[in-house]
DNA sequence: TCTGGGGTCCTAGGACCC
DNA sequence: TCTGGGGTCCTAGGACCC
């Protein structure tokens, strides 16, 4: 029994989304700003039939967007994580296994499906479950090797003529579609290796699959040889059901406005600990080492740059935010330098341990204190809860450097207040 | 004035050891 | 002028993904 991997992807995801609750908004174009505002994110089909491209900053596009009447949205992620996980728990139901690989997209394993019912039945019928029951369009891929799966979800998309399923388990029609795909489609294959490969003459996917793997490894990497082995329908990635667990954990933002005092850097480093804390202990993890960086506008050449990112050992790991906090402040008093306006800064944890299995010295008391973990079991039930917050007074009150969020629909799954009221 | 955030994997090169 | 070889570990950087 051969594998059949199908790739479930929903359609303009975050567009959808804030769509769902604005149906006055159907058929106007809709698109969705990353944080600060930044830039484009997610497009309506409606705006990305005007032409805009995804990853251009908003500013450079605002009036054109006005003119044309687009409906514009600040990233909405506590929504958007609460419809995925509808739309993932539908899956659930329907495929024996189920990989959740990102926000809007998630691999199930068919294997010995199609010996029940056609793949083409099993993909449209899964497309009708989540669009009845969340309101979400998606689209089905399905192929022998995720990578194929990936580009026939791609298929799926662009041509209407497929009603959003693509069985490509075929290889005559793998060959055909193939053909038609530019190499940079391929799953694996960014703008740099694009332009590598193009150069070589590699312009289809169909080029790179008849590429020989060894080849490719020896002037490549192992990485994209496994890629010409998966377009050709050998099967080298499977299927991750478990969540691996972190390796690192980041908490990093840019500035609503350039910052220029300790203070304001001080409250933010604060407050992006105490988060990457509480994803540490999510994890139900503890950490050994902690960093912090700072950094300028690197965009703007004329202003002087600055940009430390010193790290730090902790003696013994830790999940605790006030250890983990008194660290980042005694690393951000260290690099401060006046003079300088801050774009963005961040922390990062790593070097990750079990709570209570770490080899301790003599002098320190291995598998933790129990205090301090009963208090950040308090503080994450609170904080978790929805009824109030509790946070270190480092993290200041003023937080005026917290990121521009001018566009912010509504909670209107996940706060009482607003959840939608039919009159 | 205005350019996201959070991850992974692989490789090369330096430090260090015997 | 000559000044080994091989292994491990760690870090930085590059590439990719959504």
């Not at 705006?47 to 450079?60: E, N, R, S």
């Not at 909405?76 to 996980?85: G, H």
């Not at 850097?265 to 080492?289: F, G, N, V």
């Not at 961040?346 to 299995?357: C, E, N, R, S, W």
Request: aromatic share 8%.
């Amino acid at each position: 029994m051969s594998a059949v991997f199908a790739l479930v992807d929903c359609n303009n995801f975050y567009a959808s989304c804030e769509r769902l609750f604005r149906p006055d908004l159907i058929g106007r174009p809709i698109v969705v700003l990353s944080n600060n505002d930044g830039c484009i994110v997610a497009r309506s089909a409606e705006a990305k039939a005007l032409g805009i491209k995804m990853g251009v900053p908003f500013h450079q596009i605002e009036r054109y967007l006005r003119q044309q009447n687009v409906a514009v949205f600040s990233s909405n992620y506590a929504l958007y994580a609460d419809i995925s996980a509808r739309v993932m728990s539908i899956l659930e139901q329907h495929a024996p296994r189920v990989e959740i690989y990102s926000i809007d997209e998630a691999f199930l394993d068919l294997t010995g499906v199609d010996a029940i019912v056609s793949l083409d039945t099993f993909g449209a019928s899964i497309r009708q479950i989540v669009r009845q029951h969340t309101g979400i369009h998606v689209c089905v891929g399905m192929a022998p090797s995720k990578t194929l799966a990936k580009l026939a979800n791609h298929a799926a998309k662009v041509y209407p003529a497929t009603r959003g399923v693509v069985d490509l388990t075929d290889p005559v029609r793998q060959q055909r579609l193939l053909a038609l795909m530019p190499v940079s489609e391929v799953w694996g294959v960014g703008p740099r290796l694009s332009k590598r490969l193009n150069a070589e003459g590699i312009q289809t996917a169909l080029d790179l699959a008849a590429a020989n793997p060894k080849t490719i490894r020896q002037q490549y990497s192992v990485v994209l040889e496994r890629t010409v082995r998966e377009l050709n329908g050998e099967s080298c990635l499977s299927l991750e059901e478990m969540t691996p667990t972190k390796q690192q954990i980041i908490c990093s933002r840019s500035f609503g406005q350039r910052i220029t005092e300790y203070r304001q850097m001080h409250e933010a480093i604060c407050s992006y600990t105490s988060r990457a804390a509480e994803k540490l202990r999510q994890e139900r993890r503890t950490a050994r080492r902690l960093s912090i960086f700072l950094r300028t506008n690197r965009f703007n050449t004329a202003e002087p740059q600055y940009m430390p990112a010193p790290g730090a050992e902790l003696p013994i790991p830790t999940d605790d935010t006030r250890e983990l906090v008194a660290t980042a402040i005694k690393l951000l008093r260290a690099c401060w330098k006046d003079g300088y306006r801050y774009m963005k800064a961040g922390v990062m944890l790593t070097d990750f341990h079990q709570p209570g299995t770490f080899q301790s010295d003599l002098f320190n008391t291995a598998g933790g204190n129990p205090r301090s973990q009963a208090l950040m079991e308090v503080l994450d039930h609170i904080n978790q809860s929805g009824h109030g917050q509790v946070f270190l007074a480092g993290q200041g009150m003023q937080r005026d450097w917290n990121m521009q969020r001018r566009y912010l629909s509504p909670a209107y799954t996940t706060r009482w207040q607003d959840i939608p009221v039919v009159r």
